[in-house]
């Protein structure tokens, strides 16, 4: 007589291990355009520096995702068949302000997509499925990180009053469509009837101009930058350099919303590459931050120079690209030897430091503008060759960024 093989215990089949998968991947790579749209538009510091450092974390966790999806399904990025989750992601956008957008992502998506990664951590087949249990504890590993971080900030601008009663209606909303989508897995009982938009809701459109919070004091460009003190004047000149450091939030800014209108369009590896030149961008704007604070002056005061991203808005995303990546990128790297050479010969380590990894960084930048201007010109059926393209471009930078008011290096 032979014995009964003995059954599973529940854990989850590779069919459901799938379209969960595919779930969390969609949620976090909608998260990433969402993000991006809105990184511009963000006027609270740290608010806008947390976006920048998620959407290079999320793009980590959508790659692990995808890389592990493409072993197990054909084509790797798939849209969920569930509406309501679609519907999740796509009213997310819409909040009512930049609190609004915080509160439903740190305090709804998040929160939930947190747990059920850390459920099926354990449910999956821990050898069979081991793949995805790596991917996600990694991903649970950032994800709480990030929750951390995002909590008490949260906390304090609620005791400061700056959720205002749009923050709670809006956050109900995005409860009821989480609910309406079964929760992040789909297996939760659902709402009754679809939730109803709020009033508060407000369509997004992309922003054309940057944003800062009260505390900077100073948004054009005026005093110390309209007159760079001179390179033979090494203490002046460091000060300027640092400052201007602390402004490349506006590169940031110009590579998010490149990534906010190209999202569709253009490769997964696009995308990957350019979350990157944004997180760096929001580094060396810290690192700037950084430099100030050790020497004793406040980088709330530096100019903002908010013309240059909104000079720069007035182009189409791929001149965006190419004059930040072959104007700003290229030509700033005669200019940053000088400075490594001069703070070395000085002994001011930090400097050194600081612009050397500065310069590894921009390296990528250019190598990632000639990798994907080609593809980028491809996707908007730019006529022009490249090099016609880029000379013309160019032409415009030289022209109106280069000479005259806006003659500053930001990036
Ligand atoms: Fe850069
Ligand atoms: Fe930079």
């Not at 493409?70 to 302000?97: C, N, T, W, Y």
């Not at 960084?361 to 006529?383: C, M, S, Y």
Request: charged share 25%; with cysteine.
């Amino acid at each position: 007589m032979s014995r009964p093989l003995p059954s599973s215990s529940g854990e989850i089949d590779i069919d459901a291990n799938r379209r969960l998968l595919n779930r969390y991947r969609y949620i976090l790579h909608e998260g990433l355009r969402i993000q991006a749209g809105w990184l511009p538009a963000v006027a609270r510091f740290e608010l806008k520096c947390e976006l920048g450092r998620a959407i290079w974390e999320d793009t980590q966790h959508v790659n692990a995702l995808y890389l592990r999806l493409r072993e197990i399904q054909s084509p790797a990025f798939q849209k969920p068949a569930d509406a309501a989750l679609v519907r999740l992601m796509q009213e997310l956008l819409h909040a009512p302000g930049e609190y609004a957008l915080a509160v439903a992502c740190w305090r709804v998506v998040k929160p939930a997509l947190h747990a059920a990664l850390v459920a099926h951590e354990t449910a999956t087949f821990p050898n069979s499925d081991l793949p995805s249990v790596h991917a996600i504890a990694h991903i649970v590993y950032d994800e709480s990180r990030q929750l951390a971080r995002m909590t008490p900030l949260l906390a304090q601008w609620e005791s400061e009053g700056r959720l205002g009663p749009e923050v709670a209606g809006w956050e109900t909303y995005v409860r009821a469509l989480l609910q309406d989508a079964g929760g992040i897995t789909g297996d939760e009982p659902r709402g009754a009837t679809p939730a109803v938009a709020p009033s508060v809701r407000q369509p997004f459109a992309a922003p054309v101009e940057a944003a800062r919070d009260e505390r900077f004091t100073d948004l054009g460009s005026v005093g110390r930058v309209a007159v760079p003190p001179a390179e033979s004047d090494y203490e002046e000149h460091t000060i300027f350099e640092f400052e201007r450091y602390s402004s490349e939030m506006l590169a940031a800014e110009t590579v998010a919303l490149v990534m906010y209108h190209h999202f569709a369009n253009m490769p997964w590896e696009f995308l990957y590459d350019a979350s990157r030149h944004l997180y760096d961008e929001v580094r060396h704007c810290l690192m700037g931050y950084e430099w100030m604070r050790r020497h004793g002056t406040n980088p709330f005061e530096t100019p903002q120079c908010l013309n240059i991203f909104k000079w720069r808005a007035q182009f189409r995303p791929v001149e965006q690209y190419c004059l930040l990546t072959m104007g700003n990128e290229v030509n700033a790297f005669p200019y940053r030897h000088r400075r490594v050479e001069e703070h070395s010969a000085r002994g001011n380590r930090l400097s050194e430091q600081f612009v050397r990894y500065d310069i590894a960084d921009e390296t990528q930048h250019v190598r990632f503008g000639n990798r994907w201007l080609p593809e980028l010109i491809k996707a908007v059926g730019e006529p022009r060759s490249l090099e016609q393209f880029t000379a013309d471009m160019m032409e415009i930078w030289h022209r109106e960024y280069k000479s005259g008011r806006l003659s500053l290096q930001v990036e």
